[in-house]
């Protein structure tokens, strides 16, 4: 693993992604960072688009054609 800096929390836990990390991977102000903890406790940042890939969409309508849906509900499914 490769320590590319160190990052504090602010007021309103906010913090900052070091600039090498946003460079290597085109982070921009629209960019949504996903966090997921794995199995030995380790945090695991995802960087993805705001906008959702093709592939993210496969899928979403289905289900019992009688199945009532939430627009809402399929559209959070998507930043899931």
Do not use: C, H
Not at 32 to 50: A, Q
């Amino acid at each position: 693993m490769i320590n590319v800096g160190i990052t504090k929390i602010y007021q309103n836990n906010q913090t900052v992604i070091p600039s090498i990390i946003r460079k290597e991977f085109n982070i921009t102000k629209d960019t949504l960072v996903e966090w997921n903890i794995n199995g030995d406790d380790m945090v695991i940042l995802t960087f993805r688009s705001k906008k959702p890939k093709i592939s993210d969409l496969a899928g979403l309508g289905k289900g019992k054609s009688n199945e009532k849906t939430n627009a809402v509900d399929l559209k959070r499914g998507l930043y899931r």
